[in-house]
């Protein structure tokens, strides 16, 4: 099913960096002065993911809390990481795309990633976001690579798979992070593959 493949794009969050305690801080941040609970907030959050939406914001508008800052300061690579882009880079292209903030490419590189990556697509960068489809229009262009040659391996479904697969890209839904809670509903919503970390992921490509 990935013959004829050239690149591989990733996501950042969830799928290359873990991003838990970041979470755990955006909502001790967001609940800070108020009556919700921490449990509250998770429970709530956790119900918007299953429900394949972006659960923290969701639960910050249902409270009427303020939107907290992320600590992106506190992502941290997943130790599979580097040594899966390593193992991939001898044999294809690697892209990012990814709905991050300004200095993506100094970030993966402080977090000893961008040797085995080839192009970084961020929105902070282009004035594009996931899951508008000219991200991904945007990385092939630059890649130079038709969208059949191209596979998009991220942790949501909204964001990553179905605008990916609606061009006609491959897709790998990794259910790391809280976007693995969701359940893939039609057929725009059901990826190529299926994995739940990054060491599921290793035995697609070996």
């Known amino acids: 099913m990935l013959n004829n493949i050239s690149w591989i794009f990733f996501d950042v969050g969830s799928t290359l960096v873990d991003e838990s305690k970041a979470f755990h801080h955006r909502i001790n941040d ?6 919700i609970t921490y449990s509250q907030f998770y429970d709530t959050m956790i119900d918007f993911y299953k429900r394949n939406m972006k659960g923290d914001l969701e639960t910050i508008k249902l409270f009427n809390l303020n939107k907290t800052a992320w600590h992106k300061e506190e992502e941290m690579v997943y ?24 200095g993506t490419e100094q970030r993966l590189k402080e977090m000893g990633l961008i040797d085995y990556i080839d192009l970084v697509i961020a929105s902070a960068e282009e004035g594009i976001s996931k899951p508008d489809i000219k991200i991904f229009q945007l990385a092939l262009k630059r ?13 949501r479904l909204d964001n990553d798979i179905i605008p ?5 890209m491959k897709t790998i839904w990794i259910k790391q992070g809280f976007g693995g809670l969701a359940t893939p509903s039609n ?18 490509f070996e």
């Open 79 to 102: 130790p599979q990481s580097a040594d899966i882009l390593a193992m991939l880079n001898r044999k294809y292209r690697i892209g990012i795309i990814a709905n991050q903030s300004l």
């Open 143 to 155: 890649a130079e690579c038709a969208a059949e040659n191209a596979v998009m391996v991220g942790d």
């Open 164 to 168: 990916a697969k609606s061009i006609g």
């Open 30 to 35: 967001a609940i800070e002065n108020s009556k």
């Open 187 to 204: 057929e725009m919503e059901t990826p190529d593959y299926i994995v739940n970390d990054l060491d599921e992921f290793r035995s697609i």
